[in-house]
């Protein structure tokens, strides 16, 4: 499959849109409430996903990881997402 | 409660630590290789949370949101956590 180099680590944020309702969201803010955290405006709750792929460049780990998006990873009917693309270093 | 004038949005990243097992991310990296996306070499898969609240200042708003993850958000034995804080902006 020619030459493959790079490694990237791809951090993808998912949440409800905005104009869905977030019943865990609510329950989370309502339990935090209670514990005596009282300056909470709002709580949303999502998937947070983190991918690490090879690939030539960025630009093609980006291309790939959004199609991952739309395929299998969001519902984009009720769900936004965001990616953010890195080099992977090994820790 | 003295003078709160600054909304912020808490940005928290949740994973399992990555010493602990992670059937569904090992699920999904099956589920997009079979879908023809082969250059994957993990997947994990954890949550993410927003939450807007009301503080004096950011460094404040930290503390608080800290103390929310290990007082209720994250399970502090199989997960981490990371927190970016940032002032709300209204869209």
Do not use: A, F, H, P
């Given at each position: 499959m020619g030459t493959?180099?790079?490694i990237f680590i791809a951090k993808i944020k998912i949440l409800k849109r905005s104009s869905i309702n977030d019943p865990e969201g609510n329950t989370i803010a309502e339990a935090l409430n209670n514990l005596g955290f009282n300056d909470i405006d709002s709580?949303?709750?999502?998937?947070y996903i983190e991918i690490?792929?090879?690939?030539?460049?960025?630009r093609t780990a980006e291309k790939i990881v959004n199609r991952m998006?739309?395929?299998?990873?969001?519902n984009l009917v009720i769900?936004?997402?965001q990616v953010e693309i890195n080099p992977y270093i090994v820790k």
């Open positions: 493959i180099t790079n709580v949303r709750i999502g998937k690490t792929l090879e690939s030539k460049d960025k998006c739309e395929t299998l990873l969001v769900e936004s997402y």
